[in-house]
Every structure is written in structure tokens, then in C-alpha cells.
């Protein structure tokens, strides 16, 4: 059975950092790109950013560029956010997703599988 | 502002069919898949519709997706109560390079 596993969240100043950290399993992790997707209170889904299969490309969102790092230890099956400079509006559940896998370029599953979120919020 | 454009709303009488548009341009929609997204109250999101029109399994044939151009759109067919949530699109943007989501569409079942 696959499974995404978030920690990391909590309470934070703004201003301050947090690591957001993503267990899989039940696949075959290395294989997978993967992205993180924020939802702030009441709101829609905002995707963050996302990282290739074997960690050679990331991509973010203009809203977190320069702040926010994506990266992944494929030997522990796992995905990280390190998140600087911590917004208010940055206060969101953040949910790991498995993208993609590295083949299925043009057609396939996209974000098949989600965890159940964790929270963050940045407040002073 | 969300790049992709849905309704934020939509609603239906059980057994109704309603669908749900999603608007996007020729850099997303309108060059790479379209993927649907259902969510249910506190819950993530669940994958419905990915590659336009393709179901995963276990999704009902009840949910369809397709897309012409730059547009897309959802189709639920003998709509129930357990269908009332939120649905969104998604798509990758090749001029951006990133993923782009509709602002979601809340599904009222009356």
C-alpha cells in the first residue's frame, strides 16, 4: 500500500524556519518525481514546488522562490521543505504528493497519491 | 489569482448531470494533460481525471473527463450526495514551469 508520511510543522514566528519532512512507501521512491502542495485556511490547492526522480531539477513557485528548498534522500524514501523567511502567509497545510514517475513523460497519473497534510502556521 | 479559471461554484439535484470548466491557456491546457482533483471536507485531495480523460481505478464511470483547446471539463453523471466537495483542475505550465490549479469548484448537491 503506498503511503506519504508528513512531520515537521508547527508553529512559527514570521520570519523564522521549519523543515517539512515526507516518508514513502509502498513504491518505488527513487523513481518517482515528487512536489508539495499548500492549501491556506479555507482556501484552494497552490502548488510549491517539486523535484525530479534523482534530485537533479527542482522547480518552485514565484510565491516561494528564494525562501523555500526542495530536496530528497532516496536511500530513506523521504522528501524535505526547508522553509526560511517564514510569511503569514505561508500558513497552510502542506501535503506531499507523488508526482510522476520518470517515465511517463507525456501521459499517466499526476499526484496519484497525497499525504494527510501538515501544519504550519506562522504567527506572532 | 489562479492561472487555470473555474466557477467556484456549482450545484444539482441527485441523479442530475453537472460539469465543472476549467480555463486555461495554450502554454498549459492547451500543450500538457489536464488532471482532475476531488476533495472531500478535511480530507486531501484524491486524484480523479488525469491524462484529459483517463480514470484511476476505483473512481465510478460516473466522473468523465475531456478538453478542447484550451478548456476542460469535468462531467458527473447521476449525481449523489457523497459528490458534494471541492474539484479542481491542474495542469503543468511549459512557459512557466510550473504546475498550475483552478481556484477549485465547490459542488453543492441539493
Known amino acids: 500500500e503506498v503511503q506519504l508520511v508528513e512531520s515537521g510543522g508547527g508553529l512559527v514566528q514570521p520570519g523564522g524556519s521549519l523543515r517539512l519532512s515526507c516518508v514513502g512507501s509502498?513504491?518505488?521512491?527513487?523513481?518517482?518525481?515528487m512536489s508539495w502542495v499548500r492549501q491556506a485556511p479555507g482556501k484552494g490547492l497552490e502548488w510549491v514546488a517539486n523535484?525530479?526522480?534523482?534530485?537533479?531539477?527542482?522547480y518552485y513557485a514565484d510565491s516561494v522562490k528564494g525562501r523555500f528548498t526542495i530536496s530528497r534522500d532516496n536511500a530513506k524514501n523521504s522528501l524535505y521543505l526547508q522553509m526560511h523567511s517564514l510569511r503569514v502567509e505561508d500558513t497552510a497545510v502542506y501535503y506531499c504528493?507523488?508526482?510522476?514517475?520518470?517515465?511517463?513523460?507525456?501521459?499517466?497519473?499526476?499526484?496519484?497519491?497525497w499525504g494527510q497534510g501538515t501544519l504550519v502556521t506562522v504567527s506572532s | 489569482q489562479p492561472v487555470l479559471t473555474q466557477p467556484p461554484s456549482a450545484s444539482g439535484t441527485p441523479g442530475q448531470r453537472v460539469t465543472i470548466s476549467c480555463s486555461g491557456s495554450?502554454?498549459?491546457?492547451?500543450?500538457?494533460?489536464v488532471n482532475w482533483f476531488q476533495q472531500l471536507p478535511g480530507t486531501a485531495p484524491k486524484l480523479l481525471i488525469y491524462?484529459?480523460?483517463q480514470r484511476p481505478s476505483g473512481v465510478p464511470d460516473r466522473f468523465s473527463g475531456s478538453k478542447s483547446g484550451t478548456s476542460a471539463s469535468l462531467a458527473i453523471s447521476g449525481l449523489q450526495s457523497e459528490d458534494e466537495a471541492d474539484y479542481y483542475c491542474?495542469?503543468?505550465?511549459?512557459?512557466?514551469?510550473?504546475?498550475?490549479f483552478g481556484g477549485g469548484t465547490k459542488l453543492t448537491v441539493l
Open positions: 504528493t507523488r508526482e510522476r514517475t520518470y517515465y511517463d513523460i507525456l501521459t499517466g497519473p499526476r499526484f496519484d497519491y
Open positions: 509502498g513504491f518505488i521512491f527513487s523513481t518517482y518525481y
Open positions: 523535484i525530479k526522480h534523482d534530485g537533479s531539477e527542482r
Open positions: 495554450s502554454s498549459n491546457i492547451g500543450f500538457e494533460i
Open positions: 491524462s484529459d480523460d
Open positions: 491542474a495542469a503543468w505550465d511549459v512557459s512557466l514551469n510550473v504546475w498550475v
